[in-house]
């Protein structure tokens, strides 16, 4: 059982450490790792090794700390909208029956959207190693260049 957050900006894995808190809800706390999308190897590692540490449980805090501030700090990002509009939220919720992997991507006005195409599940069993290659597979897909749309061809009359 428990709740990660992994989040994919500017070709890097942002991987904080999620935290339980005694009333129940979960925050991003430190350390957090940043691993950059070229090296594969050590994203998996940073995944894999998110899932092992599991949810330390915290005191509640009073309401005073930013969410997300460990990561604007650290990508010295100064709102978290803007940093909403450059990334992607990637979620896992370890079950007893199942494990859930949303996606939480851009929608029309830039802002994060959840859509529920986006939704996997894997069974309970999947190792770690499956889930951080979905997620890898999935930022990979995001990240490949789009074809450019086929522009129409201006089309000359035949002289002979």
């Known amino acids: ?27 991003d706390q430190g350390p957090l790792t940043v691993s950059d999308m070229k090296f594969v190897d050590k994203v998996r590692q ?13 005191p509640t805090p009073d309401g005073s700390e930013a ?8 990508l010295v990002i100064d ?13 896992v919720h370890l079950g007893g029956r199942y494990t859930t ?14 859509d529920e195409n986006s939704t996997r ?6 190792t770690y190693d499956i889930l951080a290659d979905a997620i890898i597979g999935d930022i990979q897909r995001q990240s490949a260049p789009k074809p450019e749309a086929a522009k129409p061809m201006l089309l000359l009359p035949k002289y002979d």
């Open 46 to 58: 940073a995944i894999v090794k998110a899932f092992y540490k599991g949810n330390k449980l915290i």
């Open 1 to 27: 059982m428990g709740l990660f957050r992994f989040y994919f900006h500017q070709g890097k894995l942002i991987t904080p450490s999620v935290c339980e808190t005694e009333a129940g809800f979960f925050v």
């Open 79 to 91: 709102s978290w909208s803007k940093f909403e509009k450059e990334a992607v939220l990637y979620t």
């Open 121 to 126: 599940k894997f069974d309970c069993r999947a």
């Open 101 to 114: 992997f949303h996606v939480t991507g851009r929608g029309d006005d830039g802002m994060w959207t959840m």
């Open 67 to 74: 969410a997300g501030s460990i990561i604007l700090e650290r």
